[in-house]
């Protein structure tokens, strides 16, 4: 049983950074991607950006140049390095694990969630 806990949300001023993690656990298969989502009220979770089993990274185009995810292949966490916050960065933040189309899918109707793979429950970010 997979079980992702995000952490390292916050409330920050416009142009501040924030570094979210991620603690995976439970019995992880090869061949997953694993990715940073974001929701905010009354809109569809989005996908921040993804790394596969390679090594390789990909970003939605509102978050390149300021946002990089990383991991942490021994102690299997998931980071999101956040710079250059901006207000509408504000939202939960969820972490994702699956098969490719964590990486790749734009966004997540709620419909498809439990579909897509395995959740974490979210950590807040506040831009303000």
């Known amino acids: 049983h997979v079980q992702l806990v995000e952490s390292g949300g916050g409330s920050v001023e416009p142009g501040g950074s924030l570094r979210l993690s991620c603690a995976a656990s439970?019995?992880?298969?090869?061949?997953?991607?694993m990715g940073w989502f974001r929701q905010g009220p009354g809109k569809e979770r989005e996908r921040v950006g993804g790394?596969?089993?390679?090594?390789?990274?990909s970003y939605a185009d509102a978050v390149k140049g300021r946002f990089t995810i990383s991991k942490d292949n021994v102690k299997n966490i998931l980071y999101l390095e956040m710079n250059d916050l901006k207000p509408e960065d504000s939202a939960m933040y969820y972490c994702?694990?699956?098969?490719?189309?964590?990486?790749?899918?734009?966004?997540?109707?709620?419909?498809?969630?439990?579909?897509?793979?395995?959740w974490g429950q979210g950590t807040q970010v506040t831009v303000s």
């Open positions: 790394i596969d089993t390679d090594g390789r990274t």
């Open positions: 994702a694990l699956g098969g490719v189309k964590v990486c790749i899918v734009p966004v997540v109707p709620d419909s498809d969630l439990e579909r897509l793979g395995h």
């Open positions: 439970g019995l992880i298969n090869g061949g997953y991607c």
